[in-house]
């Protein structure tokens, strides 16, 4: 649990900032997990991200991995946020860069070639 709580810290995760909930749980497991409110809800307020957990019949188990998959979920925004300004920074990059010879010489084909289009368009002097 300390290493989750270095982990939130990181995150900038407070526990003031969680909103949790023990729900009734549901599905295969038999009568007893019908009758206990072992499912963690977990509610990051700033955010607004949710997390719901129910792996385990125990409720403290089920806090621990529900904190976990919030940890995991702002790790994976924050790498989409890096690979997103990288991939940024490679288009700009690519942007400012000086054209090739090749796009020079196919540039200059290109206006010669609107040229004589537009030179066959002027008005016939008779």
Not at 28 to 54: A, R
């Amino acid at each position: 649990m300390e290493n989750l709580a270095e982990r939130m810290d990181h995150l900038l995760i407070r526990e003031e900032d969680l909103e949790e909930r023990f729900i009734l749980g549901s599905g295969s497991g038999g009568q007893k997990i019908n009758k206990t409110s072992s499912c963690v809800y977990l509610k990051h307020l700033p955010s607004g991200n949710e997390v719901n957990c129910q792996e385990t019949r125990s409720r403290e188990k089920n806090r621990e991995i529900a904190r976990i998959r919030l940890c995991e979920h702002f790790e994976a925004l924050a790498a989409a946020a890096k690979l997103e300004a990288a991939r940024q920074r490679a288009r700009q990059r690519y942007q400012r860069r000086k054209p090739s010879r090749a796009t020079k010489a196919r540039m200059r084909e290109a206006k010669e070639h609107r040229s004589d289009r537009k030179s066959s368009r002027r008005r016939v002097d008779e």
